[in-house]
């Protein structure tokens, strides 16, 4: 029998969804749970994959043909391990989340997706569970993206496709002093440059799991860095890459990144109105 004929029967079918939690770029940077009784190894095509039994469970699948009202809640137990992920601060990547349903009798072992999405938020309940608000990729259609302004500033996203700076020459790599919550102090020497030029710009580590954290730079104090968030797994002696950040003006574009071709502001604008009220020959 195939998955059809198992979804259409009035008693044969014994539902079990699969989840496929993503993050990181690491082939093994995943999480595979199933709401069955026992593991569940299931091969999509690229490899076998072992689905955890674990309690987790979903709220109901919305297929109403708009955008509105498509958040699918997610629930598992707060000692799963992707509860760690949201621990304290959110994690750096998103997490994407695949869900599976198929029938645990079916032979053909026929597992389509049924939704596909990103976790957008968590939240810790008092019954000991960890609820994902999750959103699906059809979502990504009410963003209308940014509009550029005239203006002096520069509207590009740094080190992004349009702003183009060069991200390697703006790094570099610093050994940590101590940590304060989340003030991060470096050793005396970390750059060779007024420190105050890393304001805006961030930090990256690598965490426990081996993955990339990022923190974002919001104030410069001598060799203390205050972050955006909880300095998670970084230690005294660990190295870390420091990244310049920029001003958004002309002058930081042309000396500190050497990107001025790529200036996404109008430096000219005039400050006087040009049809304004006063005499242009003198």
């Known amino acids: 029998m195939t998955f059809a004929s198992y979804e259409s029967s009035r008693d044969l079918g014994k539902p079990v969804d699969l989840y496929y939690f993503r993050y990181g770029s690491d082939p093994a940077a995943y999480y595979a749970y199933t709401d069955a009784d026992f593991p569940l190894t299931v091969d999509h095509g690229d490899g076998p994959i072992t689905y955890d039994a674990v309690p987790i469970k979903r709220g109901e699948i919305s297929s109403t043909g708009t955008l509105d009202r498509t958040t699918l809640e997610v629930s598992t137990a707060r000692d799963a391990e992707l509860a760690d992920l949201f621990r304290v601060y959110p994690p750096a990547q998103v997490v994407t989340l695949i869900i599976r349903q198929s029938h645990l009798d079916d032979p053909d072992e026929e597992f389509p997706v049924v939704w596909t999405g990103r976790i957008v938020a968590s939240s810790r309940k008092k019954d000991s569970t960890v609820s994902y608000s ?92 205050t972050c955006s968030g909880i300095l998670r797994d970084l230690a005294p002696a660990a190295s870390i890459s420091v990244i ?16 001025i071709v790529n200036y996404g502001g109008q430096p000219w604008i005039p400050l006087k109105n040009p049809i304004g009220f006063y005499n242009n020959y003198y």
């Open 134 to 225: 999750c959103e699906p990729v059809s979502t990504s259609m009410r963003r209308p993206g940014l509009r550029r302004h005239y203006q002096y500033g520069c509207p590009h996203a740094l080190y992004g496709i349009q702003c183009g700076a060069n991200k390697a020459a703006a790094t570099v790599t610093a050994t940590v002093d101590s940590i304060s919550g989340t003030e991060v102090t470096l050793d005396a020497g970390w750059t060779a440059i007024d420190a105050s030029k890393y304001l805006g710009g961030m930090i990256e580590y690598e965490n426990a799991e081996g993955e990339i954290e990022i923190r974002s730079i919001l104030r410069v104090t001598g060799d203390t860095l």
């Open 244 to 259: 310049l950040g920029c001003s958004r003006q002309l002058g930081d574009c042309a000396d500190v990144h050497n990107n």
